[in-house]
């Protein structure tokens, strides 16, 4: 063993582990266990080859996926916008026949009815169902308490009037309803 009279920063001397000597291996392999080895090599690289395609698969779905939601939510309204192009069509052609002179004011008001009642038809296709308020207990989280009035007609804290249709989508509020709600009766 070889000793290094390098001094520490205290000033001893310091001996310094001989650098190690490369391993060799001293037993020579059998045949069979050469073969061994490169079987086991073979299968390591195929496993790893399996493993990189495997990731690689992965990224590619990982983008794929990625894209399709993005185009789900880009054209996710697609289906509404093509049952509503009807209604919109019958409102041209309501407001086309307001400009012909000899259309009356009865068949227009008639009109434009059924093509209410058609938009109606294709929302709550789409999951929207209107808030019935009037009558029911003021509740906070359908209604917007817009004023409050006297009555001895509707008990009081119920709703009086409602000035502006509540609407839910698929049972979640949409819009709370605008709401007159009854107070005690003037003394």
């Known amino acids: 063993m070889e000793h290094n009279n390098t001094n520490d920063s205290m000033g001893t001397p310091v001996d310094e ?13 059998t045949h069979e266990q050469v073969s061994d080895l490169q079987g086991r090599a073979a299968k390591a690289e195929e496993n790893w080859d399996r493993y990189v395609r495997s990731v690689a698969e992965l990224e590619n779905y990982r983008k794929r996926a990625v894209r399709e939601k993005g185009e789900a939510i880009q054209f ?23 400009h012909d002179p000899s259309t009356t004011v009865e ?9 209410q009642g058609q938009l109606r038809q294709v929302l709550a296709d789409a999951g929207l169902e209107d808030l019935n308020a009037l009558g029911q207990v ?13 009555s001895d007609q509707v008990a009081e804290g119920h709703v009086l009037h409602q000035v502006r249709k509540g609407y839910r989508l698929k049972g979640r509020l ?14």
């Open 138 to 150: 003021f509740d906070p989280n359908l209604h917007e308490a817009v004023a409050q009035q006297p």
């Open 76 to 98: 996710a309204n697609e289906g509404l916008m093509q049952k509503l192009l009807p209604v919109l069509d019958n409102f041209d052609m309501a407001l086309a026949a307001a």
């Open 107 to 115: 068949s227009l008001r008639t009109g434009i009815t059924m093509i």
């Open 174 to 187: 949409l819009r709370p309803a605008g709401v007159v709600v009854a107070g005690l009766p003037a003394a």
């Open 17 to 29: 582990a001989p650098s190690p000597e490369p391993l060799q291996p001293e037993v020579e392999l």
